[in-house]
């Protein structure tokens, strides 16, 4: 099989062995790599039920057929498992180079079960795999030491992907960190990592991945690179990277504000790209990619990637905070303890409010960056105040008896678009398979971003959203980076070389459906249901009191009728289950036969 290894890895942690086993090709197939893959292996290895900080949760790691080569941004890793965040499905995804070196070892998965008896580092030197104990010399470090560690011991070439204390401490909204700056940031994936008592996987390759007809495959990618991929439409990637968005989203009521109470920052000037760009010193890339939109900042004293638009959203305007080095430094501590900063930054938005509200008593105020500085180290270690914090934002509204004040969906905080200025974008997040998420369907991009669509309407969405929803799945099988605008024909170019024969528009968005409805089901088997598929009161009801979103909400009933017709474009009955015909047409019959979904 061309650009597959057509290996497996398995690390299994409870007895410290690991073994292979060939890439199963039918559901190579059908699924492709990335998301699909991730997916489809998730579905066998997870027991139904199986808590998600359980040695019985597999941690799974796939590479896209793609990684490797030179094909543009396809260097990503998808992560997944249960989330320990939501209870559903998590893939998560994140560039750097691990992917490719991973594939250069020999493996287009890895599949760890387990957990171990004592903390370990797993070491991948090609068919080389040693257990080494992390006690006492890696268990306990921050990820930028760790991994420069590591790379002393293994070789600058080394690539890491690692936990940190956060997920030492099964903070369910803890990251994976590679490469320094980049994160599998959602969901909890560094949680489950923690939990199986391993603190980092280390690979070095030195193999190659076979392209098929490599020099053909060569001209097509350069072709695209310079007809697709460095074009006017992806500029903004490095000319000014996501930080573009502040503005833009502030401008359209938006920008999430003080927990989530109005969508226009005051403060917006001193946190938007303009203001970055004044401290830029560089740009940095992920391998495989020409657009390089990791923009690198002086701070205060150190050198940092980002803050990307997420953070400087969740962290700075939802907290009040238009202290740029603040934020910064709020971001740096989030990484190097291995916290998700879109997750950390709303709990700390949540828990001013709480403050505010007189339901507890933190010292965290909006604007204030005193007490907001310390959180992430205090959540990290689950100590002072950070203890309630690290419960995440649903249980510690619940706790501090105020849940409406929780924005989340499925228990995952919610990205920095308010559907209040953005109606689709409450869809999206609503029926998103991993809890509120931005990029398996962004309608932002039509309501707000120069589009056509109406930010204040739900009519037409509901077939937006699925679109999107399928388009990502099939884009994450390659697994191409979102911030690149491709279609289906730029995807059908690589799948030629792939599958040696033409596609089509139709078929690729099958495959997406595909994963799409295996996702449905694996959520549906660890118990969600259509009403986990909801949105916050106070962005279904509660207006904003200022700015170009005021006096807006999206709706209980438009919200409902919203999502009656995104289940019927589906084909999923009122209760949001497919039916044998969706599942049929979707070759998913075998999958669903081991379900009661009754
Ligand atoms: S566009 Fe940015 S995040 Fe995406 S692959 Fe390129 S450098 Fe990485």
Redesign the pocket.
Known sequence: MAFYCGTVLRLDLTRLRASTEPLNEEWARLFVGGKGLLLRYLFDELPAGAGALSPENPLILATGPFAGTIA??C??LAVGCKSPATGALLDSYV??SFAPELKFAGYDLVVITGRAPEPVLVRITDADVEFVPAAGRYWGLETAVLEQLVREEMGPGAKVLSTGPAGENLVPFACLSTDQF?KAGRGGAGAVMGSKNLKAVAVRGTGAVTAGDTAAFTRDVLRLQEDRVLTVDNAW?YEE?TPFLVDAVSDAGALPTRNWRTGSFDGAGTINSTTLLGIRTKL???M???????QVHQFEGYVCEGPEFETLGLCGSNCGVSDLDAIAAFNRECDELGLDTMSTGAIVALAMELCEAGAADYGLRFGDTGAYLRAPRLIAGREGFGAELALGARALAALKGRPELAIEVKGLEMPAYDPRGTFGMGLGYATSDRGACHMRAFSAGDDILGGEGAADSLAGKAQLVADQQDFSAVAWTGIW????AVDTDFLGVHFRHLWGRETSHEELMTIGARIWNLGRLLNLREGLRRADDRLPERILSVPHPDGVAAGKVVGAGAFRESLDEYYRLRGWDSAGVPSRETLERLSLTRESGSLDLD
Do not use: D, F, V
Request: aromatic share 0%; hydrophobic share 25%; with cysteine.
């Open positions: 543009a941004t260097s990503r560039g750097g980049h990637t990277g940095r890339a992920c495989q990619c020409p657009l390089a939109c990791r980076c979102a911030n690149m």
